[in-house]
């Protein structure tokens, strides 16, 4: 009695097979990640340089107004000395900022630069792995299996042969 459903073999029916399939995606792997990384570490740096914009603006408005509205600084020298000081202030908040956005990018830098160095590796392993698998799986699985098949096309073609022969 025939099964209901048919299953049909993976391409891993045999270990040749596997490996050349598993070098191919490995290297795919290496070469379609590292632009995502770049990408997020591009969108990340954006937001981040963003919020620390946003932070210093507000900031600085912040400071404006509680210097202008400030009762006791009714005189115009005493408001621009206080926003000279409030602005260097600033300066030093924007600077100590720098710092740490320049701090953050090395860091992510570097987490990157380790990523795609592992990505390299799989690039290797995967060309070697579909070298490997693949002439592995031709000369011990493929090659006979190539003679097989010609052999029974021979086959069927001589009954055919035959049969238009016979009368």
Not at 71 to 100: C, G, H, I, T, W
Not at 107 to 115: A, F, N, P, Y
Request: net charge positive; proline share 4%; aromatic share 8%.
């Amino acid at each position: 009695m025939m099964p209901l459903t048919t299953t049909t073999n993976p391409p891993t029916d045999n270990l040749y097979k596997f490996l050349f399939i598993a070098g191919v995606l490995l290297t795919i792997t290496g070469l379609v990640v590292p632009s995502y990384l770049q990408q997020q570490r591009l969108e990340s740096s954006y937001i981040l340089i963003k919020e620390s914009a946003e932070r210093n603006r507000s900031a600085i408005l912040q400071l404006g107004t509680i210097a202008m509205n400030d009762p006791e600084m009714k005189d115009r020298q005493r408001r621009v000395e206080a926003l000279q000081s409030m602005s260097q202030s600033v300066k030093e908040m924007d600077k100590s900022e720098k710092n740490f956005l320049a701090y953050e990018f090395k860091l992510r830098d570097e987490i990157v630069s380790k990523q795609l160095h592992l990505l390299d590796w799989c690039i290797a392993l995967g060309i070697g792995l579909i070298l490997i698998g693949g002439i592995l799986w031709y000369h011990k699985t493929q090659k006979y299996q190539d003679r097989m098949l010609i052999a029974q096309t021979k086959e069927i073609e001589e009954k055919v042969s035959n049969l238009n022969t016979k009368p």
